[in-house]
Nanobody, 118 residues
Framework: QLQLAESGGGSAQPGGSLRLSCAAS????????LAWFRQAPGKERELLAA???????YYSDTVKGRFTISRDNAKNTVYLQMNSLKPEDTAVYYC????????????WGQGTQVTVSS
């Protein structure tokens, strides 16, 4: 089983930046796709970005051009750099992992709150 632990949430002003980190441990993190989701109050959880150990990352249209996912394979850590933040980015952000080739994310972090307001 893969364990995930997020850090780096907090508050920012519109137009500001935050960086989230997610440390993966346990069963062979390098075999997993690591991703970032978020869930705002009253809304469904949405996939924002995903990255395997190699290849191009995936971004949703919502965050493409503003957020960057990166992965340090030596540290088994995935990051989400969030720039040009908007109030609508306010949500709980989750790190998730799925075994390569699987359609379902089976490992989840506890979530970290991001609040964007002036």
């Amino acid at each position: 089983q893969l364990q995930l632990a997020e850090s780096g949430g907090g508050s920012a002003q519109p137009g500001g930046s935050l960086r989230l980190s997610c440390a993966a441990s346990g069963r062979s993190p390098s075999l997993y796709v690591l991703a970032w989701f978020r869930q705002a109050p009253g809304k469904e959880r949405e996939l924002l970005a995903a990255r395997y150990v190699a290849g191009d990352p995936y971004y949703s249209d919502t965050v493409k051009g503003r957020f960057t996912i990166s992965r340090d394979n030596a540290k088994n850590t995935v990051y989400l750099q969030m720039n040009s933040l908007k109030p609508e980015d306010t949500a709980v952000y989750y790190c998730a992992g799925k075994f390569r080739g699987s359609q379902v994310y089976t490992s989840w972090g506890q979530g970290t709150q991001v609040t964007v307001s002036s």
